[in-house]
């Protein structure tokens, strides 16, 4: 058996190392709730966790389309309104629960991503994200004027069956595993022969289809794979919120919510979703807590997201490569 070079072995200890290391930071992501049960107050804590896991998940899956391929998209909230709803409906009227049915909100979500985008993935640049608009737009009015859903005035959703102490847990792990599952996929796709279509195509897309790649249903593959996370955590956040209305899911803002994330972490890698989604939240609490919860917070923090962006112009994680201060730990490129 032939021995590693000693660059080889020390890469691989390093490779073990960032492994061990972000396993134990799992391990204790899975055990944090336990503070819950043993002694009340960190329901605070789990909230914000919750809300970045959820973010981490959306801003991966749209990284898949949006950052490997290089498409921005603008409708994804479709996809996270098209999950609450489908849940939402089937606890109503059936009395299913969301933490069963979110998966098969998530392959409803491929099923209208894949048929979406199969339609719309010819258009490029401006008039594919015109396009998602469009799809927005016309969800919105669906929803709208659908009164079996509850129209304009929304729909009310019962609540889950636990003491207030206990009812942040389900939906923490919930959107934890959610994350974790499109981190993986997203990695996994970034190191597989589709990310490298998907690469080239963000590259130059007419020289990717003269080397003979299938661009376009590499996108629509793409495409429909993102839709399934952003699925899955409208099944769950829409439990969460007990109260399903257009006006929660189907905004310009949540759509730009993502990209920026994207653009903030760093779009096209790994951990950019995962960097941009903590600081996107962090961010946003630490505003409402010295300025309170206003119009002001918004605007506040919408501008200290931008200047990251002015000046990491590829990403805080982009940057710091190009720096070559990348943290291994965030190298998961």
Known sequence: MALLSPTRATASVRLEARSLILLGLVILLFLLPALQVIADGYNYVLHILTLIF???ALAS??????????????????FFALGAYFSGVLLVYQGWSPFWTAPLAGLLAILFGFAFGFITLRARGPSFVISTIALLLLARLVLDNWEW?????????????LPYRFYKIPFYYGMLLTALTAVWVSYRIRHSKLGLFLRAIAMDETKAEVAGIDTRMCKVIAFAISAFFAGVCGALWGYHQTYLRPTIFLTIGAAADLVLINLVGGRGTVAGP???????????????????????????????????????????????RERGRLPRLLNWD
């Open 274 to 320: 995962v960097l941009g989604a903590a600081l996107r939240v962090g961010l946003d609490e630490l505003v409402v807590n010295q300025i309170g919860s206003t119009e002001l917070n918004i605007t506040v923090t919408g501008a200290l997201l931008i200047l990251i962006v002015l000046f990491f112009p590829g990403g805080i994680i982009g940057a710091l």
């Open 54 to 56: 959820m973010y981490i």
């Open 149 to 161: 859903v509850g129209g304009s005035n929304g729909l009310s959703l019962p609540m889950i069956g």
């Open 61 to 78: 899956g749209w990284n898949i389309i949006g950052g490997y391929a290089g498409y921005t998209s603008l409708g994804h909230p479709v």
